[in-house]
């Protein structure tokens, strides 16, 4: 008997359907077999996992010992060098050794601190010294800013003694020991301090403004800068010169100057002080000088 065809199409459509009928059968099989050897896996890898724990804390500090510290990210209110100062302890404290720090580091900087890290090289940024300074370079003070500040503490300003007398210790470490200084360059940073400071007006400002490091460079800017402008030292003379004269001299012939006149009498007094010297006008301690004029 011959099949028409629509049988034909019948019979055709309902062996594609069965065909694909069984291939969905066979792919879900395929899927839950998958499925069952990924969960296998994972539990493997987390009795793989335990077992590792168990045998870091068999070798680790006894169970008695203190917790792990942990540290926050750097907040825009925290202080860089002090947030720098306090991860240092927790190092030691943690004994994390030193080519561990930078990456330790890394992930709590924010901000400037950030971008400064940034910028430093691949093999820099993971080298702790190089990473701290780099840091403390953007976003710290300087020792001139620190010693600047050390100076300029007033209790007024923070309102107890002990307060007070933590800060100006704080602050004087911070100077003293900044680039790790040791006892011989402690002494030296504090006899540059008294050495500029009793320079005459000009000079000071002219060693200032070049930024001495330590006491050797500043003499030899204050004797460069004295011999240029012998005018410098003539006023120093002068100064003391009539200082010693007018100690030596009797009372009757000291005539004090009217308190409404701005100026004294000849030899009544010491000669004041001139200007500053053009090449270098006033300016805060330890900023750039201007380049001398030439001819001049």
């Known amino acids: 008997m011959e099949s028409s065809p629509f049988a034909d199409l019948v019979h055709a459509l309902a062996t594609a359907q069965q065909s694909q009928h069984q291939a969905l059968v066979t792919l879900r099989k395929e899927q839950e077999r ?14 793989a996992f335990r077992r590792l724990l168990a045998s870091a804390g068999s070798t680790s500090a006894p169970a008695a010992g203190p917790s792990p510290i942990t540290l926050t990210k750097m907040g825009p209110q925290d202080d860089p060098e002090a947030f720098i100062a306090l991860f240092e302890q927790v190092a030691e404290a943690s004994g994390w050794p030193m080519e561990q720090r930078a990456a330790r580091l890394l992930p709590l900087l924010t901000g400037e601190a950030q971008l400064a890290a940034l910028q430093l090289p691949a093999d820099h940024r993971l080298a702790y010294a190089d990473l701290r300074r780099a840091v403390l370079q953007r976003v710290g003070r300087t020792p001139e800013q620190q010693r600047q500040r050390f100076r300029a503490l007033r209790m007024e300003e923070v309102g107890s003694p002990f307060a007070f007398g933590q800060q100006l210790r704080d602050a004087c470490w911070r100077w003293l020991r900044a680039e790790d200084r040791d006892a011989e360059g402690i002494i030296d940073q504090v006899a540059l ?16 403004c070049h930024r001495p490091a330590s006491l050797d460079q ?25 200082s010693l004269s007018l100690s030596l001299s009797s009372p009757s012939s000291r005539v004090p100057s009217s308190p409404h006149s701005p100026t004294t009498e000849a030899g009544a007094g010491p000669t004041p002080a001139g200007p500053p010297h053009p090449w270098c006008p006033p300016v805060s301690p330890f900023y750039v000088c201007l380049s001398p004029p030439s001819g001049e």
């Open 34 to 47: 998958r499925f069952e050897a990924l969960v296998l896996a994972q539990q493997e890898d987390r009795e």
């Open 193 to 208: 301090e008294q050495f500029v400071a009793r320079l005459p007006a000009g000079t000071a400002e002219w060693v200032q």
């Open 218 to 242: 500043a003499v030899g800017l204050a004797e460069d800068h004295l011999a240029a402008v012998p005018a410098a030292g003539q006023r120093m003379s002068s100064s003391l010169s009539s």
